[in-house]
T-cell receptor
Framework: NAGVMQNPRHLVRRRGQEARLRCSPMKGHSHVYWYRQLPEEGLKFMVYLQKENIIDESGMPKERFSAEFPKEGPSILRIQQVVRGDSAAYFC???????????FGPGTRLTVL | GQQLNQSPQSMFIQEGEDVSMNCTSSSIFNTWLWYKQDPGEGPVLLIALYKAGELTSNGRLTAQFGITRKDSFLNISASIPSDVGIYFCAGLIYGNKLVFGAGTILRVKS
């Protein structure tokens, strides 16, 4: 049973470009969560999605950030017009149900030049 | 908002020693989780605690969920070099989001 998959593992963007981060949950998991980690800090919750629905986006910045989890395919975290402050590691987690233990992917490390 | 205070921030221990770290909060959590993160990787689940007072072991690891549901500790017995990494506690709230502590950096003297 493959774990949570994330790609790319590393992403470099220039200021103003768009970043697209992809996450494929574990098989049988329909709940996906995105977290952001700044250097030497813990992970901070961003958004919680089920298939085709955003359940909780209380941790998402109001502008430039969006997330989706379509019926088919991976979950996408999209950052438009990136700025240097967006540089961080972005982790995706999945669980079989909403209140269950979350399993994390290896992360995407975004660097904004 | 909810915050988890994790201590110590970092520690050096001698190989073979036991180590203990803990997490406290002013909020009640229904589930406590302990994760380990290696450099450049995602957090890996070590132990999950679901009931107040619960004591759970996973090999050399033992964790307890405080009776007040506001704290938890993690013990590692007989440390080995591969125990090096960052250990995070996390509390699950409202069935969806995890709140993480700032982490305990474990360095082992071989």
């Amino acid at each position: 049973n493959a774990g949570v998959m994330q790609n790319p593992r590393h992403l470099v963007r220039r200021r103003g470009q768009e970043a697209r981060l992809r996450c494929s949950p574990m098989k049988g998991h329909s709940h996906v969560y995105w977290y952001r980690q700044l250097p030497e800090e813990g992970l901070k919750f961003m958004v919680y999605l089920q298939k085709e629905n955003i359940i909780d986006e209380s941790g998402m910045p109001k502008e430039r950030f969006s997330a989706e989890f379509p019926k088919e395919g991976p979950s996408i975290l999209r950052i438009q017009q990136v700025v240097r402050g967006d540089s961080a590691a972005y982790f995706c987690a999945s669980s079989p149900t909403g209140g269950d233990t979350q399993y994390f992917g290896p992360g995407t490390r975004l660097t904004v030049l | 908002g909810q915050q988890l205070n994790q201590s110590p921030q970092s520690m050096f221990i001698q190989e073979g020693e036991d180590v203990s770290m803990n997490c406290t909060s002013s909020s009640i959590f229904n589930t406590w989780l302990w994760y380990k993160q290696d450099p450049g990787e995602g957090p890996v689940l070590l132990i999950a605690l679901y009931k107040a007072g619960e004591l759970t072991s996973n090999g050399r690891l033992t964790a307890q969920f405080g009776i007040t549901r506001k704290d938890s500790f993690l013990n590692i017995s007989a440390s080995i070099p591969s125990d090096v990494g960052i250990y995070f506690c996390a509390g699950l709230i409202y069935g969806n989001k995890l709140v993480f502590g700032a982490g305990t950096i474990l360095r082992v003297k071989s």
